[in-house]
C-alpha cells in the first residue's frame, strides 16, 4: 500500500482541506511554499503516463477541484501552481 493510498485510508493522519467521493486533497507535511496542498485522486493512478483515457472525468475533476481549493485558501489572486 503506498502512502497516499494509507492517507486516503485513513491509516496515516493529513490535515485534509477538502474531500469528495473522487479526491482528497490534504496539507504537505513537508512543504515547498507558505501553502503547499497535495490534491490526489482516490482511484490509483501510479503515474500520469499511466493514465488511461477513461481517466479523462477524473483528472478534470481534480483539477477543477484544485483550483476551488486555492481559491478557498486565498490563492488565487497571487497564482498558484499545480
Given at each position: 500500500?503506498?502512502?497516499?493510498?494509507?492517507?486516503?485510508?485513513?491509516?496515516?493522519?493529513?490535515?485534509?482541506?477538502?474531500?469528495?467521493?473522487?479526491?482528497?486533497?490534504?496539507?504537505?507535511?513537508?512543504?515547498?511554499?507558505?501553502?503547499?496542498?497535495?490534491?490526489?485522486?482516490?482511484?490509483?493512478?501510479p503515474?500520469?503516463?499511466?493514465?488511461?483515457?477513461?481517466?479523462?472525468?477524473?483528472?478534470?475533476?481534480?483539477?477543477?477541484?484544485?483550483?476551488?481549493?486555492?481559491?478557498?485558501?486565498?490563492?488565487?489572486?497571487?497564482?498558484?501552481?499545480?
Amino acid at each position: 500500500m503506498t502512502l497516499f493510498e494509507k492517507i486516503i485510508a485513513r491509516e496515516i493522519p493529513a490535515d485534509i482541506v477538502y474531500e469528495d467521493d473522487r479526491i482528497l486533497a490534504f496539507k504537505d507535511i513537508n512543504p515547498q511554499a507558505p501553502v503547499h496542498v497535495l490534491v490526489i485522486p482516490k482511484q490509483s493512478i501510479p503515474r500520469i503516463a499511466e493514465a488511461a483515457d477513461h481517466d479523462q472525468d477524473l483528472l478534470g475533476h481534480l483539477l477543477l477541484k484544485a483550483r476551488d481549493v486555492a481559491g478557498e485558501l486565498d490563492l488565487k489572486e497571487n497564482g498558484f501552481r499545480l
